[in-house]
């Protein structure tokens, strides 16, 4: 696919009276399509599917409806905005020539190829920044409501279904905006520009990739407003299929963005491996790209296993199987299981990039070479490996298979020693640096904080005599929230500062990002401290009442989450007065030595002119000592 | 900060941010080990069984392990950062130290974490048998636990027919908990007797506890189960053998006269 654009173009202007199809779908086709299918299948399910097909569950008539019309919603969008065009033409023998190629990668089209199925990979990157950031205020939103409703016990004003709801919102949500967090932005806008290639693999399945994500947004918008997701983000079977309509869009929302995930897997994968610059061997390639591939590779097998789960859990809602169900032979322990196979590998999709992506800038605002950098892929794979292996350490308590507990409790706590690698490659470039005080390097000392205490206590965690007391417990929401959001979240705030200027060709406004880091990292140590203590209390997680003796963990819990927001409302702010306004940058603003610094600012359509050629890794800092 | 750049004749620990580093390590460990363990023991509160307590040594033990990696890492990172800064918006020239591997620090640090590794993995397997053996325990008592939306109920196997909503237990005696659920899954947990165990409808799952604490404790769902999930939560009374015995045979008269 790329070659066709080896060419430069002959004529990108269309001035004929009538558009081509292709050049008139775009965001707005596609919700109206989306919007028309889904009400002419849910008017015709209504219609036609018979009253009482069967009677072995209240919500089956209803489920079928709900499930028939997402399907019809999401099979509407992709064709609306554009997604079947290619397949569709190539199925014709008609493939699309140079010209509509050059449409498609957004060339002259300004800010209108942001709404296209654009398949420049600069563009899914900047949309997926947006989308990112939107689905980060949604998650935040609903964070804040939780922790209003939480500030102190009886207090409760939101009413026990309401608060599930958002509960599970806030979950699923906020893993997607994670997930994406660092792969999708920076992984599509500066990944293949790193790694010296013109676009990606299959520009086409990039732009796939983000508008199924889009596609996917409206079932959990939906879900809210039927009755919401009352499961948590985990969706456990068989409450799961207990639960009101609403739980067929987590179901519909799940799936595609699994697929979305699974394409997105493809493509980055393929990249890496085919399409480096001449002399970037595995030995000179940045640490980020081993990071983002990592990421991917893992999601590769994990999110097949969860559209699985997924499919069967609305198999057993619409159709009465029983996958999940004891009475019909099922068990709720093969939902588990499948969910965590893809839950926990799921995680380091989250926290890999991330940390890798802090390795990349360690370095640079240093000012001296990657420590280790052969430790740091080790680590990088070592948790890779490792992390297919542990799913059930979250059924240590479930009964499912005691015996199994100590070989999982073993794969656990070895993890610990991949995770030691990254901090000694960290903790190593920072010795003896010159430090250039920014908040991405700061970032880099917040993430030792937080992640060391998200990893210690992942390891009482993992030890099945301590997690028979804490599993289920706040203690285990703190934890994961120090290693996804203290850990994670703060590796992808760093990259978007870092990588800010090549994406917008502005400076990221340096008070503002010092002020939001500040705020956010202490008050994210404020808040989840908090909640370890009331966790370790005693206090349940996903309750939206507690005892007395929990009110005063929960309300420094609160006021440490109004702070977080605070900064992340900062944040917001510069992202958008320093887009709109912010100074200049140059094109390597922080004299860094990987390739995406080597484009002009703003980023050419291809690229670059002529391919590089690399001659040693990124990480040649430092004075020479002979 | 000058001795950087001596020639090799300066042994690595005689130079001034090692020494640093090593005396921030020897300060920051206890600190780190005894304000992790206090603050974190404190919170748990006091236990009524010896699980419990158990929990509570294996975490402090932990804490205690964890303490000097984690008093490394901050000394490094303190010491790093007191190192040479540069502020401004134009980059600082380059550093001085140009090493980029040290195979002796990174095999240290592997095999390091990988003994403390194996350290927490056997105290871990330690105590795991420990509870393990007390299920197969002859002489306890047996409990059927069942878990409904959103109440739990207690069925005393070897007094037949008594049945009650509050659990009761006579101290210093093994108890078995057979632990099911009629509708969704739940999640048995006695808070201050450090067990849990999932309520699975269709299946019973066992876990076993002795409580040697005469008190009245807190249990809870522990799993997420719809609606009233906050609110599903009860107290155990444990009680000495004598109280227990009356009050069995006051519940089992009144159950038998009803």
Redo the contacts between chains.
Sequence with gaps: MTTVMDRPAASAGHTASRKPLIERLNIVTAIVLGAVSSVVVWQLALKLLPQNADTAFFFNREDKIMLLALIAWFVGFMTGIGALIGPFRWLMGKDLNHDENMFLAGKEQGVKRYFRYTTDHKVVGIQYLVITIIIFLVGGILAMLIRTNLGHAQGGWIQ??TY?AIVGWHGIIMIVATIIMVTGPFGNFIMPIMIGARDMAFPRLNALSFWLIVAAVPPVFISFFTGGI???WSA?N??AS??ALGMNGYIAFICIFAISTMVAGANITTTVVKMRAKGMTWNRTPIFIYGVVASVALALPAFPVFFLSQIMSGLDRAFATSFYN??GGG???LYENLFWIMGHPEVYVILIPSVAALMEMAP?F??????????AIMGIAGISGLSVLVWAHHMY???WA?LL??PF??TT??I??PT??L??VL??T????????TMPLMSI?AL??NF?IGG?TG??L?????D??L???MYVTAHFHYTLMGAGLTGALASLVYWFPKMTGRMFD?TLSWVSFWLVQIGFNVAFMGM???G???Q????????EIFNKGNLVTTIGAYTIMAGMLVLLHGVISSWRSGVKAPMN???AKTLEWTVANPVPLENFETLPVITSDP?G?????S | MTN?QTPQTTKWWKKS?VKKTFLLWLILTPIIGYVGTT??LR???APASE??A??KT??GV??WA?SP??AL??A??L???S?????G??????????????PR??ST??VV??L??LF??I???V??QK??ESILDATAMNVNVTGQQWVWNFDYVESNGVRSADLYLPVDKPVVFH?TSV???H?F?I??M?????A????V???AVTPNKIGVF?I????????????MQTKVHVLSQADYDAWLTAKSTIEGAA
Excluded at chain 1, 540 to 547: D, G, I, L, N, Q
């Design positions: 026990p279904q599930n009352t499961t948590g456990y068989p409450l207990q639960s004891v009475a068990s709720g322990w640079v240093t000012r001296r070479p990657l420590f280790s950098y052969n430790l308590i479930s009964g005691p507990n100590a409790m073993l706590e070895l610990s020693i030691g690698m901090f000694l903790i190593g920072l010795w003896r640096g010159r430090l250039w005080m000392f030792l904080w060391m210690i390891i009482y993992s030890d099945v005599p301590a028979a007391f599993h289920g417990s340096k370890f203590m009331v370790l209390a005693g349940p997680r996903r309750v939206e009442s507690y005892a603003p922080w004299q990480y800092y430092g004075k020479a000592q | 950087l941010d603050v974190q919170s748990i509160g699980v419990m158990s929990v294996l975490m932990f804490t964890a990696v984690a890492v901050a490094l990172a010491t790093s950062l190192g040479k800064r540069h502020y918006d134009n980059p600082p020239a380059d550093a001085d130290h140009q090493i980029s591997n040290s620090v990174a640090w592997v974490s990988t403390l590794c927490a993995l105290t871990g397997l105590v795991l509870d393990n632990v509708d969704v899954k999640s947990w808070v201050q450090g067990i849990k165990m999932d699975n409808p269709g299946y799952t066992e876990t807190d809870r769902c522990a799993e997420l189960c719809g609606l009233l999930h906050a609110y």
